[in-house]
């Protein structure tokens, strides 16, 4: 069966048109003849988009109980039994509360593709999860709710919904949007026009990464090598010396000029000895490139320009920036050329900065140690035919003896430029013409004296075995150069390593790099490693299953790779793009070694943490133990002797002694009832299952229930009446306000409680830079020292372990610790502050509501 094709329409923020523009698409479709059906369309109340629903198949949703209340989710299995051609499913993003099936929207989307159905959906920049603390940034809003990168990108067919900023902020002036009660709160907030020019920037730039992958694609699968400089990109050149600071400086600059453009540094080890990178520069330059909005990458090849080149075109680079040569300008004369040279002659349509730098032109010259290329082949060859010639022209009427020693260094010479064959041609060559016109009789091949005879067999024999000598130097001076840059790759590997905290992630992309390879893949199988999936059996390629890639088009299975390493019994590494030579599979495989002590680490690493969470739980749990001995023994014995006064048929109580007996049972069991409230909201705070359900609350629509049960004549009240909506849960804003309350009533007795609202306007009061609204709840006790003040909220502190001010606290000390991890989790922020005149003042502080639901886990998408 056919996947289903993915359309996601993308938007800079809530309002821009994104479901309107799905539905509108829906009924070109429909009327094109396709079967359409809306699975999901929120309309958030704007009426043109709930006309625009009209004229479409709408399937039922499903309704979902979540905490005392009902949501409205996808109805994933009734779609699949009705099987569209294409479905309509808004908010690709949203979180399903517990219950609905699949934890996110997306994965119901990868359910109905798999079917062969195919989606529109929408989603907007701040929902991406690479984007996430960008939008918090820009906005103040955090984003719980994300949908990762790969997954939207995934999509056949990204579209953008884009307005002007201006014209947005009109829609929302108008009540388009939102309801008119929330518009000035959202004006305010969210869609200020800095936010909002902000996010659209985000969306393009995104968009255009997205498009660029799909321009990458197409030239690779028509073989097009030349460079389209769709944006600019800079590359630098480093060696690892002093100046790539100067030089990755430079390249800022030139960017500096354009907007959207990418600064990426690339090191490439060298193989021939010729020059070696100091660690600590290039550690420095790597910071530097980071701290410059840029990205570092390492490569290898045989040759430094050739894999330079080849690295910017990889990425579409359109400029090169390169150090000029350190040596003096008459020595470069007479040497080859070096690595700027190359880089200009062969780079095409690249430009190529060579940059001056305090370096260069003051270094003498530098020979290969040993490294036997084509050209010293060929020079050789070239020298062992026409050196001998020329020494013996040379030599006119010397003596053979002294012609023969004469044409030995000449050998010699040649063996050290060229390497054994040349030299062999050459000692070759030498005999004969010294026996041609140097051994008597002259002008011919004979030779007379058995003498000669043998000292040319001697010249010969040394000869050669001189130039096996040399040859047999300069493949070891081969090999060490060349171990050695692959032990500078390591280290440069285990360096990006240490310093990131995706390790498998950032492994592939180095092993990509360095190799110049299309795609990596990571294979696990029966076992896998620590948190890896399993698979088939040991050794047999079709039980292997992908687990990590990066790149364009990674393999799916070891077979499917042009590479194959088998790192352990559990995981294989996939490679695409080439295939390797031998040379570059030993390395291959000293890579695969720093994945195993990888997986080791983070499997110590892993069980580190679960060790410090056991200990963390057997803290709780020994608090909790204690609480239990102690604070759940006082009601049980009190409401128990209460019942057996009652059930005493001896003993007749009158009404009011029975009614203060019946008064002494509900009391005892509100705290017991407290208590293990708040253990248990303790207990799921620990392990993470709060899951809030934002939207706009009022400080006065949760205070009635909040103060349920605390007298009234101890709680004064000074709120005003037009405080906006704040932005949080209902029921978790009731726990904080009573938990908060309770305290204050109970180590203040003999003090009001002062409940006092505040707004932050124009930025008195904020919350991650967002407008927030206050209550305040004050007393007049004996107050908290300042030193105990961040210990109150600890879990399982009460009143005398703080020194609070009094003795002989009750209650097992969570109401603040819940209280704080409530408010924290809905966004705000609870604070303690010293009261004027004695006492304490508890300050919840939640940021005002921008209109924008949250249902489940996070933020929805409105």
């Known amino acids: 069966m056919a996947r289903g094709i993915l359309r996601i329409f993308l938007g800079a923020a809530p309002g821009v048109g994104k479901t309107y523009s799905m539905l509108e698409e829906g009924h070109v479709q429909a009327a094109a003849g396709v079967d359409v059906v809306a699975g999901i369309v929120l309309d958030h109340g704007r009426e043109q988009t709930r006309a625009q629903l009209e004229g479409l198949e709408q399937l039922p949703t499903k309704t979902v109980g979540y905490r005392g209340s009902d949501f409205e989710e996808l109805d994933v299995a009734a779609l699949l039994a009705r099987r569209p051609a294409l479905a309509l499913v808004d908010e690709y993003a949203h979180s399903n509360v517990p219950g609905a099936g699949n934890a996110k929207r997306w994965q119901d989307v990868e359910e109905l593709l798999a079917a062969g159905i195919d989606v529109y959906s929408t989603v907007n920049v701040q929902h991406l999860a690479s984007l996430a603390d960008v939008v918090e940034a820009i906005t103040g809003v955090r984003q719980q709710e994300t949908v990762p990168d790969d997954v939207v990108r995934r999509a056949e067919q990204i579209e953008l919904v884009d307005i002007p900023p201006e014209l947005l902020r009109q829609r929302l002036s108008a009540g388009n949007v939102y309801a008119k009660d929330l518009v000035d709160a959202a004006m305010a907030n969210y869609f200020r026009l800095g936010n909002l020019t902000a996010l659209r920037e985000l969306a393009l730039l995104w968009l255009a990464d997205r498009v660029e992958e799909g321009v990458a694609k197409y030239r690779e699968s028509h073989g097009i090598e030349a460079s389209w400089p769709t944006r600019e990109r800079v590359v630098v050149g480093l060696s690892g010396g002093a100046e790539g600071e100067f030089l990755l400086r430079r390249a800022a600059r030139i960017l500096s000029r354009v907007s959207g453009g990418e600064l990426m540094a690339v090191h490439i080890p060298r193989s021939d000895g010729v020059a070696g990178s100091v660690p600590l520069a290039l550690e420095g330059q790597r910071q530097l490139v980071t701290d410059l909005g840029g990205s570092y990458h390492s490569v290898g090849g045989e040759g430094t320009a050739r894999a330079l080149l080849d690295f910017a075109r990889s990425v579409g680079a359109t400029q090169i920036v390169i150090g000029i040569s350190r040596r003096k300008p008459l020595l470069g004369v007479l040497a080859r050329p070096g690595v700027g040279a190359r880089v200009v002659r062969d780079a095409g349509d ?468 819940v209280a704080k991890g409530f408010t924290e989790i809905m966004g705000g922020v609870l604070e303690a502050e010293m009261t004027p005149g004695g006492g304490l003042t508890m300050v919840i502080r939640l940021p005002l509501s921008t209109g924008i639901t949250t249902t489940g886990n996070g933020r929805g998408n409105a």
């Open 350 to 817: 690249i430009d190529v900065h060579m940059v001056p730098h305090p370096l260069g032109g003051k270094s003498g010259l530098r020979f290969s140690r040993g490294d036997l290329n084509r050209g010293r082949v060929i020079v050789g060859f070239a020298l062992a035919a026409l050196l001998p010639v020329l020494v013996q022209l040379g030599t006119g009427e010397l003596s053979l003896q002294l012609t023969m020693l004469i044409q030995f260094a000449a050998t010699i010479a040649v063996a050290l430029v060229g390497g054994l064959w040349p030299a062999v041609v050459a000692a070759v060559w030498s005999s004969l013409l010294l026996n041609f016109y140097s051994a008597p009789p002259l002008g011919t091949l004979t030779i007379s004296d058995p003498e000669n005879l043998l000292a040319l067999l001697v010249f010969l024999i040394v000869a050669v075995a001189v130039a096996l000598a040399v040859d047999q130097s300069a493949r070891r001076s081969r090999e060490a150069n060349r171990a050695s840059a692959e032990a500078a790759t390591l280290s440069e590997l285990a360096r990006g390593i240490l310093a990131s905290q995706d390790t498998v992630q950032v492994f592939l992309e180095q092993v990509r790099e360095h190799f110049g390879m299309r795609s990596v893949a990571l294979f696990t199988g029966l076992g896998g490693g620590p948190g890896r999936r399993g698979g088939g059996p040991d050794g047999d390629h079709g039980g292997w299953l992908p687990d990590a890639s990066v790149g364009e088009s990674p393999p799916q299975s070891p077979d499917a790779a042009d590479n194959v390493l088998e790192i352990s019994d559990h995981w294989m590494l996939g490679l695409s793009g080439r295939i390797l030579p031998g040379s570059d599979r030993r390395l291959l495989a000293a890579f695969g070694a720093h994945l195993i002590a990888l997986e080791q680490r983070e499997a110590l690493t892993l069980t580190q943490r679960e060790y410090q969470q056991l200990a963390q739980d057997n803290k709780i749990r020994t608090s909790v133990l204690r609480a239990v001995s102690h604070d759940l023994r006082t009601p049980l014995a009190g409401i128990k002797l209460a019942v057996s006064s009652l059930r005493q048929n001896d003993v007749q109580f009158s009404a009011e002694d029975e009614a203060e007996l019946l008064a002494t049972i509900e009391h005892y069991s509100d705290r017991m009832d407290a208590l293990v409230g708040n253990l248990l909201d303790m207990s799921r705070l620990s392990a993470d299952m709060v899951s809030p359900v934002l939207g706009p609350v009022t400080w006065q629509d949760v205070l009635p229930a909040a103060l349920h049960g605390v007298p009234s004549g101890r709680i004064r009240r000074d709120l005003p009446a037009n405080m906006p909506p704040v932005e949080a849960d209902p029921g978790l804003l009731e726990r904080v306000i009573a938990n908060i309350v309770e305290n204050a009533v109970k180590y203040a007795p003999d003090s009001d409680v002062l409940l006092v609202g505040a707004v932050g306007g124009s930025g008195s009061a904020t919350v991650a830079g967002r407008p927030a609204s206050e209550l305040r709840v004050v007393d007049h006790g004996k107050g908290v020292p300042a030193e105990h003040v961040m210990a109150m909220f600890r879990p399982f502190q009460r009143l005398d372990d703080v020194s609070y001010g009094a003795a002989g606290g009750t209650g097992v000390g969570l109401g603040l610790a």
